[in-house]
């Protein structure tokens, strides 16, 4: 009987011990902006989680549109960070919401995968907005396309007037 | 008689079975590469990492570590320099990404970084180094802007400079222009 209620105490210690518990996370997000650097654009989603039960030692997995990437975690401390690329094609301005879940919401995940159930019905732990702006090389018109078209107008306005003129 | 051969026929196929499952260990390979196809002082420059698992076993306590993008010559961006995973699954790759902005111009020698696995149960940790990227031209501040730069106010003071020489030219013919239109509107 006392080996009994050791054991359930003692499973539901390690239970609650890989749940977390009403997380509270703190994040931060980087996007590349800048087109001229060059078109590979990198992701890099950083948090730190804390969990009501501190738990420590998460182990999380990503959902960004559909495709699911592992957490890392720094050595010390409880913080995370998850990255993505998207290289060779455009990167437009877009607001990723990047779904994080513990191991059993990524089994739930991949099984609803399997029999081709909807990914939503599944519910994430917690989840982080990312407000990509887009990569853009500096105002659309360049300063040099200005210059010839003032140029032109001025050599337009010019000719006209030369030739009224002369005719 | 049969039985006994049965047996052995088990017992010498079991055999294999025990040798092949000790062998399924992992094999990490680690490559890291620039995403940037400028890389310039001031401006960000983004690494990424890329670890594939090309054994047949799991490989877990992954840990990479990058100590070769000094405080003194880099600042610090975005993402961590040392990072863990619990588990990579064989034949499956993941992505680290690290933004750093370089604080020198010049040549710079990007070189590996370090990656400490688990190959497979209760064995020692193994240690890999990634790809080297090699020594890289960093273009200082001055030289991305000669020639990456919109230039708007160089082509402004080009525009001020040449009005001189429009304008004057031009009052001459407006004012001999009145001058004759007035005199022929006279007639």
């Known amino acids: ?35 001229k650097l060059g078109k590979n654009a990198a992701f890099v989603v950083e948090l730190t989680v804390k969990c009501k039960n501190n738990v420590q030692d998460l182990k999380l997995y990503a ?21 993505w690329t998207a290289k060779n094609k455009k990167s437009p301005a877009a607001l990723f919401d990047v779904k994080f879940f513990d191991e059993s919401g990524y089994n739930a995940l991949k099984k609803a995968a399997r029999i081709n159930q909807d990914a939503n019905t599944v519910k994430p732990l917690f989840s982080v907005d990312v407000k990509h702006h887009g990569m853009s090389s500096g105002f659309w018109v360049s300063s040099e396309l200005i210059a010839l078209a003032a140029a032109s107008l001025i050599f337009y306005v010019v000719c006209n007037e030369r030739s009224a003129v002369i005719s | 008689r049969s039985i006994m051969k049965y047996c052995v026929l088990v017992l010498f196929l079991s055999c294999f079975c025990v040798v092949a499952s000790e062998e399924s260990s992992a094999k990490l390979i680690l490559t890291k590469n620039i995403l940037n196809s400028i890389i310039t002082q001031g401006n960000d420059l983004a690494i990424e990492y890329n670890m594939y698992n090309i054994g047949d076993g799991v490989a877990t306590d992954v840990e990479l570590a990058d100590s070769t993008l000094h405080d003194t010559d880099f600042e610090l961006i975005s993402g961590k320099m040392s990072v863990k995973w619990d588990r990579i699954q064989p034949g499956t790759n993941v992505t680290h990404v690290v933004v750093v902005r370089p604080l020198k111009s010049g040549a710079q020698n990007f070189t590996s970084a370090v990656v400490q696995y688990v190959a497979s149960e209760d064995s020692e940790p193994k240690f890999g180094f990634s790809s080297e990227i090699g020594e890289v031209e960093i273009l200082s501040l001055k030289e991305y802007n000669r020639l990456y730069a919109p230039h708007v106010v160089e082509w402004g003071m080009f525009g001020i400079w040449t009005i001189p020489s429009l304008l004057l030219p031009y009052m001459l013919y407006y004012n001999s222009k009145t001058k004759y239109t007035v005199k022929a509107k006279k007639n």
Do not use: H, R, W
Request: net charge negative; aromatic share 10%.
């Open chain 1, 63 to 83: 959902d960004v549109n559909g495709v699911q990437y592992p957490v890392t975690k720094s050595p010390e401390g409880n913080n995370y960070q998850v990255s």
């Open chain 1, 1 to 35: 009987m006392a080996n009994l209620f050791v054991i359930s105490v003692l499973s539901l210690l390690i239970g609650s011990g890989f749940c977390c518990d009403q997380p509270s996370v703190d994040s931060s997000y980087y996007t590349s902006t800048n087109l």
